[in-house]
């Protein structure tokens, strides 16, 4: 398995922006797919998007579709998630997992997660 470490979270208004980062341990990196869920209270957790691993094609949920990029840095065993154009729904502990499947976007399929990271968008 590999080892992930997520930054970047924070307080913004509505309308703002901000970067999440997962760092991955291992040499392996570039051969897993990439995801980012969230969590808010009360919810379960869901998929917000992923980067496959094999020609990092990116797939998103709908809700977050045209606002958030993810991308990933495989020489610094990086991922990244973009967001805009925050909305206070956005509001969640947000995840970074890996995954050895080809483009998944269930939880269950993601076998490494990150001790998550808290994004709260203020209205």
């Known amino acids: 398995q590999v080892q992930l470490v997520e930054s970047g979270g924070g307080l913004v208004q509505a309308g703002g922006s901000l970067r999440l980062s997962c760092v991955a341990s291992g040499r392996t990196f570039r051969s897993y797919t990439m995801g980012w869920f969230r969590q808010a209270p009360g919810k379960e957790r869901e998929f917000v998007a992923g980067?496959?691993?094999?020609?990092?094609?990116?797939y998103y949920a709908d809700s977050v579709k045209g606002r958030f990029t993810i991308s990933r840095d495989n020489g610094k065993n990086t991922v990244y998630l973009q967001m805009n154009s925050l909305k206070p729904e956005d509001t969640a502990v947000y995840y970074c997992?890996?995954?050895?499947?080809?483009?998944?976007?269930?939880?269950?399929?993601?076998?490494?997660w990150g001790q998550g990271t808290q994004v709260t968008v203020s209205s």
């Open positions: 980067i496959r691993w094999n020609d990092g094609r990116t």
């Open positions: 997992a890996a995954s050895t499947r080809y483009g998944p976007n269930s939880a269950p399929d993601f076998g490494s």
